[in-house]
């Protein structure tokens, strides 16, 4: 087996162990931490979306690498992209299946990995990464990841990223800062910036105080992701 895919198969077994644990149950919007980090990180990236001119979102071919049960998908839906243009790829079938259970019949799901995506180049308008990046340990694997992100791009297309700047307690993840970003695509305009207040504060302030936990989120090393918009040159 080559390093690739031996990374390839600990990040599959890493996330299924976590869906055995239940841990994806943690994240649920009827708790008020989670509602506070997921609405923080919708402004932000609503925002991102219109200062790069991506909106509105109709005519847009949109990928979700690493797409899980499809949620950011469905935003993007509530956002007004059309459901026939809207593809995920997640390397979990149990994820999939749920993707497609939860989704609307027209977006199209691929079970396989972001080494080899199963797509046309210069074919999407949009790509998505979200804590894809962080979930891959081995450098050379996360070169070969972010190509594929670009080969797949339109010329002129963006690459939107939201992952981990760093997460001490899982052993599984490596955080992604600005200066990696620069590294992995170094011929590409990169817009990024520090975003959500770290979750072990906003799970404790956030069920008791939304006002302090904005005041807390203002201050930006409190901030444990960054959200980055990665041009590809046109």
Not at 24 to 35: I, K
Request: with cysteine; glycine share 6%; hydrophobic share 40%.
């Amino acid at each position: 087996m080559t390093p690739a895919r031996e990374e390839i198969e600990r990040i599959r077994d890493a996330y299924a162990e976590r869906a055995r644990r239940g841990a994806d149950d943690r994240y649920g919007l009827h708790d008020p931490a989670n509602l506070f980090l997921f609405q923080r990180r919708e402004r932000a990236l609503v925002d991102l979306l219109r200062r790069h001119r991506l909106m509105p979102l109709d005519d847009k071919r949109v990928l979700d690498i690493g797409c899980g049960n499809g949620e950011v998908l469905r935003d993007f839906v509530r956002y007004g992209a059309r459901p026939e243009l809207l593809c995920g790829i997640d390397l979990l079938p149990e994820r999939i299946n749920t993707a497609r259970e939860r989704s609307a019949p027209h977006v199209q799901f691929s079970l396989g990995d972001a080494t080899d995506l199963p797509y046309p180049a210069d074919h999407f308008d949009i790509a998505l990464m979200f804590t894809v990046l962080s979930s891959i340990l081995d450098e050379a694997v996360r070169g070969k990841v972010a190509e594929e992100a670009l080969r797949v791009l339109r010329p002129g297309g963006t690459l939107v990223i939201y992952d981990f700047t760093w997460n001490p307690r899982n052993r599984d993840v490596r955080g992604v800062g600005k200066r990696e970003l620069r590294s992995l695509f170094a011929r590409c305009p990169i817009d990024a910036r520090r975003v959500t207040l770290a979750p072990p504060i906003s799970r404790r302030v956030a069920r008791v105080s939304w006002a302090v936990a904005s005041t807390l989120d203002s201050l930006p090393f409190l901030r444990s992701h960054v959200l980055a918009a990665v041009r590809k040159p046109a």
